[in-house]
């Protein structure tokens, strides 16, 4: 039973790049949560997804949105990237009305230079 | 708002050694979860333990045990006879409603180095 699956695991953009992060779920899992975790901190928030729709967001700027396809899969896109998104961009999924177990991905090492 | 402090930012201990790490949390809900994930190496947040706010019960998983303390708003995690593979950073995480697995506020990790 494959787990969470982000891709790419590594990636280099300059300043005012734009990117694009993927994610597929646990399988049977509905919902998709981003996260964006700074050297040395713990995850923060970005917003959750599920039947297609953003369902909550955390405090991040219009510059981070994302989309979930039918197949439970989603994109997080960084706009006008800054040298502050440097991040590792964590990805988690489950099920709705399963109590909240988060099952996270290996993330995204984002570095914007 | 709800706020996870974990006042510990590094741990070194001897193997075999018992090692506690601290939790503390603010929150208005009346009823809320509380999270601990590991995070190796590798980056992934493992999942430990969920904890909601009615059970106070203390709850034991092998060389894990967790003490659940709703009059100081605490949630320890201490690890009896501590091995080399627990080396990893620990964060302790708190959400409110979770009918639709909402977002975790998390703490800002305890690192944890077990050493021979």
């Known amino acids: 039973d494959a787990g969470v699956t982000q891709s790419p695991t590594h990636l280099i953009k300059t300043r005012g790049q734009q990117v694009t992060l993927r994610c597929s779920p646990k399988s049977g899992h509905d919902t998709v949560s981003w996260y964006q975790q700074a050297l040395g901190q713990g995850p923060q928030f970005i917003f959750q997804y599920y039947e297609e729709e953003e369902r909550q967001r955390g405090n991040f700027p219009d510059r981070f949105s994302g989309h979930q396809f039918p197949n439970y899969s989603s994109e997080l896109n960084v706009n006008a990237l800054l040298l502050g998104d440097s991040a590792l961009y964590l990805c988690a999924s489950s099920l709705v009305g399963a109590g909240g177990e988060l099952f996270f991905g290996e993330g995204s090492r984002l570095t914007v230079l | ?116």
């Open chain 2, 1 to 116: 708002a709800q706020k996870v402090t974990q006042a510990q930012t590094e741990i070194s201990v001897v193997e075999k050694e018992d090692v506690t790490l601290d939790c503390v949390y603010e929150t208005r809900d009346t009823t809320y979860y509380l999270f601990w994930y590991k995070q190796p190496p590798s980056g992934e947040l493992v999942f430990l333990i969920r904890r909601n706010s009615f059970d106070e019960q203390n709850e034991i998983s092998g060389r894990y045990s967790w003490n659940f303390q709703k009059s100081t708003s605490s949630f320890n995690f201490t690890i009896t006879a501590s091995q080399v593979v627990d080396s990893a950073v620990y964060f302790c995480a708190l959400s409110g409603n979770t009918g639709t697995a909402s977002k975790l506020t998390f703490g800002t990790g305890t690192r944890l180095q077990v050493t021979l």
